[in-house]
Nanobody, 131 residues
Framework: VQLQASGGGLVQAGGSLRLSCAASGFTPDDDYGIAWFRQAPGKEREIISCISWRDGSKYYPDSMQGRFTISRIDAKKTIYLQIRNLVPEDTAVYYC????????????????????????WGQGTLVTVSS
């Protein structure tokens, strides 16, 4: 499995951005949990959201509710992160990552935990928000 994130760039505060994560190597009978993370300069990596490849169920930590939307298009094997009303504090490198160790993902019921445990990571895409 490989992931490639793209879509970052320089954006003015108040704007929106859609990041893409192109996945390859997914096998039809397997399930995956895909997540978006970010890491700002001098700060720890934080999780933004997780989505089930199997059924599209999603999870957002309380701190990420509202301005972030994760989605996927199966046919394109691509996972998206829409960010609205960007603020300078959103400046960070954004990563997508995959869990390959789950059999049946379900983030809506939280039977699958959305945390830092991911085996495959993309290279990251830089988002810079100017004030």
């Amino acid at each position: 499995v490989q992931l490639q994130a793209s879509g970052g760039g320089l954006v003015q505060a108040g704007g929106s951005l859609r990041l893409s994560c192109a996945a390859s190597g997914f096998t039809p009978d397997d399930d995956y949990g895909i997540a978006w993370f970010r890491q700002a300069p001098g700060k720890e990596r934080e999780i933004i959201s997780c989505i089930s490849w199997r059924d599209g169920s999603k999870y957002y930590p309380d701190s990420m509710q509202g301005r972030f939307t994760i989605s996927r298009i199966d046919a394109k094997k691509t996972i998206y992160l829409q960010i609205r009303n960007l603020v300078p504090e959103d400046t960070a490198v954004y990563y997508c990552a995959a869990r390959t160790d789950i059999y049946y993902s379900d983030y809506e019921s939280q039977s699958t935990v959305c945390d830092q445990t991911h085996q495959v990571w993309g290279q990251g895409t830089l988002v810079t928000v100017s004030s």
